[in-house]
């Protein structure tokens, strides 16, 4: 399967991917494989694409927090200053709550468990690859095996849900990686550098944001991307999103 590069993805159609929209958010089906902001080389991005969710307002709105440029899923955007600041308060307190999806190559022992590995940079020539660090930032992933299969090679697959308790850059696919079970797919820390190997099979799947005290929290899900539905598939999943 090839990686999901093509038109539609690099310039799309934002307001088809919007799932959710009141005065102060936007939530985005972001597409895996476009950046959410332009990087030092430039190319096109989901920021380019903000000025059609602006509906009546003098700007258009921001990014509330990031997404890798592979993953899929549930993308917060504030529509303005004062909402930018409280969801920028409620993400780094940890009262978001995040849930992923992924397809991961192995076969994780049990059926749920909790990741409790501290991260640090891996080099300063890396950029933002991390490695595991005794000396790094405390890092917590819980994860729940919700299928199991094999690939068409016969390879060991595993359904996962993953929700991360803290929030450190590329938390899900060290930790995975970690563990001895990549992300299917990921060019970084599994084997995702394989000629015919898809796209990073990471997706996010929901988050719930108690933007307004005293109230309901929004709670707001992406459906599973295409890239990782045969996977899916492969380990039991029903097709229901």
């Known amino acids: 399967m090839p990686p999901p590069h093509d038109a539609a993805v690099t310039s799309p159609d934002l307001l088809a991917r919007l799932l959710y929209r009141d005065g102060l958010m936007l939530v985005v089906d972001k597409p ?11 190319g096109p991005s989901l920021e380019d694409r903000f000025d059609q969710l602006r509906f009546g307002l ?8 990031r997404l890798d440029k592979d993953t899929s899923g549930c993308l917060v955007l504030g529509r303005h200053r004062k909402a930018l600041e409280r969801l920028g308060k409620l ?14 190559e192995g076969a994780p022992q049990g059926d749920v468990g909790e990741i409790d590995l501290p991260l640090g940079r891996l080099d300063a020539a890396r950029g933002w690859w991390m490695q595991v660090d005794p000396l790094g930032l405390p890092s917590h ?7 199991r299969g094999r690939d068409a090679e016969g390879r060991e697959l595993a359904f996962l849900e993953l929700k991360p308790r803290t929030g450190r850059t590329h938390q899900l696919r060290v930790h995975c990686a970690a563990m001895g079970w990549p992300i299917l797919g990921d060019p970084v820390y599994g084997h995702g550098r394989r000629e015919g190997t898809p796209p990073l099979h990471l997706h996010a799947r929901a988050v719930v944001v108690p933007m307004r005290d005293g109230k309901e929290p929004v709670a707001v899900e992406a459906p599973a991307p295409e890239h990782m539905r045969e996977a899916m598939h ?8």
């Open 141 to 147: 992933t819980s994860w729940r095996v919700l299928g």
């Open 91 to 104: 993400f780094k307190s940890g009262r978001i709550e995040k849930t992923y999806w992924a397809v991961v």
């Open 234 to 241: 492969a380990c039991g999943w029903d097709g229901c999103n």
């Open 32 to 42: 895996a494989g476009v950046p959410v902001h332009r990087g030092p080389k430039g």
């Open 58 to 65: 003098p700007r258009a709105p921001a990014l509330a927090h």
